[in-house]
């Protein structure tokens, strides 16, 4: 009986030894950051765009730019001025990698980008249909 008890401690310690082990492997490099954003412009290739970010409820301008399987996501494929999005990513020096993305309707945004993507909205509107007299 005592043998059994030494053996289940140690399997025990084992247990977790291993889980606090993976617990630090899992940790992630950068802390995640959710970005609510209003594209401004847009790279030709794609491969950057800048944009009026939130995050944590401050406004500022920022590049948005995209890891390789945000790279390869259609919703970034066709990312144009105006998009509003809801992205994952972490605070770099050129700006936000961008870890995942997701396309919003400007209604869904924080308050304080809401204007930002009306503005936006209603200067495209009028570049591509001006008023007429």
Request: glycine fraction near 6%; aromatic fraction near 6%; charged fraction near 20%.
């Amino acid at each position: 009986m005592n043998a059994h008890r030494i053996a289940m401690r140690r399997i025990r310690a084992y247990a977790i030894e291993t889980a606090m082990i993976m617990g630090l492997v899992a940790l992630p490099a950068y802390a995640q950051d959710t970005i609510f954003a209003v594209v401004t412009s847009v790279s030709k290739d794609k491969r950057q765009a800048t944009a009026h970010v939130s995050v944590g409820g401050s406004v500022s301008e920022a590049s948005l730019v995209p890891t390789d399987d945000v790279f390869d996501n259609p919703i970034w494929r066709s990312v144009e001025i105006c998009h509003s999005l809801k992205a994952e990513g972490h605070k770099a020096s050129d700006g936000y990698r961008i870890t995942a993305v997701k396309a919003l309707d400007a209604g869904m945004l924080p308050m304080a980008l809401q204007g930002v993507a009306g503005e936006c909205l209603l200067k495209k509107a009028l570049e591509f249909a001006p008023l007429v007299d």
